[in-house]
Structure formats: structure tokens, C-alpha cells
């Protein structure tokens, strides 16, 4: 069973920066396409950051783009998603996630982990 754990959450006011990692176990973790998405009260879950297996090939959402940037480190089965610039807009509980790379979808998630930024 994959098991992908979350950490790095917290508080911070308006123009703060955190660094969430996710780290991963139970799959061949470079093999995998790994995703970041966030949950605000009240609202649907909606997809952050994504990044391929090697590294080489991101995407963001046009409301983080410039801001956030997600990185993975394939020796420490750790995927990462750095927040600058963060906004009240930006509090939700974040999850990852991972697909492979045949999937259209992501098979498995992680417990979430909150942000909260206050203005």
C-alpha cells in the first residue's frame, strides 16, 4: 500500500513563505508523477502543482504560477512544494499525490497537511 505523508504546514501572515514536503514509501517513487492539490473550506479540492517522474516537467495553476514551485528529490522519495508570496486565498489543507505514468488519474493521496495565512 502506498503511503505518502505530508509535513510543513502551519501559519503564517500575508507574504510569508512555507515549504511543504511530502515523502512517499511503498512504490518506485521516480516512477511516478506527483501532484499537489488543496481543499478550502467549503470548496471543491483543486489541483496546485504537478511534476513529472524525472523532474524535467512541471505545471502549476494560474493562481500559484510565479509564486509556488514544486520540486522532487528521487533519492529521498520526497516531493516538495515551496509557497512564496502566500495570500488568506491561499489557506487550505494541501494534499499530494501520486499517479503513474500510463494512469489519467491519481490513485493515492496523502492525509493533508493545513496552511493557514492570515492578513
Known amino acids: 500500500q502506498v503511503q505518502l505523508v505530508e509535513s510543513g504546514g502551519g501559519s503564517v501572515q500575508t507574504g510569508g513563505s512555507l515549504r511543504l514536503s511530502c515523502a512517499a514509501s511503498r512504490l518506485t517513487f521516480s516512477s511516478y508523477y506527483m501532484g499537489w492539490f488543496r481543499q478550502a473550506p467549503g470548496q471543491e479540492r483543486e489541483f496546485v502543482a504537478s511534476i513529472r517522474s524525472s523532474g524535467g516537467t512541471t505545471s502549476y495553476s494560474d493562481s500559484v504560477k510565479g509564486r509556488f514551485t514544486i520540486s522532487r528529490d528521487n533519492a529521498k522519495n520526497t516531493v516538495y512544494l515551496q509557497m512564496n508570496s502566500l495570500k488568506p486565498e491561499d489557506t487550505a489543507v494541501y494534499y499530494c499525490?501520486?499517479?503513474?505514468?500510463?494512469?489519467?488519474?491519481?490513485?493515492?493521496w496523502g492525509q493533508g497537511t493545513q496552511v493557514t495565512v492570515s492578513s
Open positions: 499525490a501520486a499517479r503513474t505514468v500510463i494512469s489519467s488519474v491519481y490513485d493515492w
